[in-house]
């Protein structure tokens, strides 16, 4: 065993950077909110390369010509981590708390308690509509505690609004 106390065993040095516990049964988000997400990018990638697109036309200068090859770069780059990330996407709800994970290359795992729930509201856009999408978003006292889980079918989102709200209040009711 080395001096920094890593026991030289690949799944302890795993587990220990693995953010996602094991033994949690995920559930994953929808996949259709890969096209919501990728249309949104194409509807603010049209805008850019439009205004780009026009100013090259009317000034000439190059920069603005690597500009606009900049931003499909970028826009192609996007469109292949949006896939990725909604993959990403999970939640988990156990006894006392509910787990949200996400993220590619900053995991982040929120785990809000029942009892520290404020409120719960369920959303949706046009586009998420569009593709019969919600997005559940948890509210509590800390606002940097907020979490939030898009992607979901209405019913699945009403539901777990309506059970995360019966057991916010049950645990509240226990303080």
Request: glycine share 10%; no cysteine; charged share 20%.
């Amino acid at each position: 065993m080395s001096g920094d106390g890593h026991t030289g065993s690949p799944s302890a040095s795993r587990s220990a950077l693995e953010p996602w516990p094991d033994t949690v049964d995920w559930r994953p988000i929808s996949r259709d909110l890969i096209w919501v997400e990728l249309i949104r990018l194409g509807i603010g990638l049209a805008v850019a390369l439009v205004v780009l697109g026009v100013a090259w036309a009317l000034s000439g200068h190059w920069l603005l010509g690597a500009a606009v090859g900049v931003a499909l770069l970028i826009g192609v780059w996007r469109a292949i981590t949006i896939v990725r990330a909604v993959r990403a996407w999970g939640y988990a709800e156990r006894d006392d708390d509910l787990l949200v994970r996400h993220g590619l290359l900053v995991r982040r795992l929120s785990i809000v308690p029942y009892s520290r729930m404020q409120f719960v509201d369920v959303s949706a856009g046009p586009l998420e509509r569009a593709f019969d999408l919600a997005t559940v978003q948890l509210h509590t006292a800390a606002a940097a505690s907020d979490a939030r889980v898009p992607g979901l079918r209405p019913a699945e989102a009403s539901r777990l609004r309506d059970r995360l709200t019966a057991l916010g209040e049950d645990r509240a009711e226990g303080l």
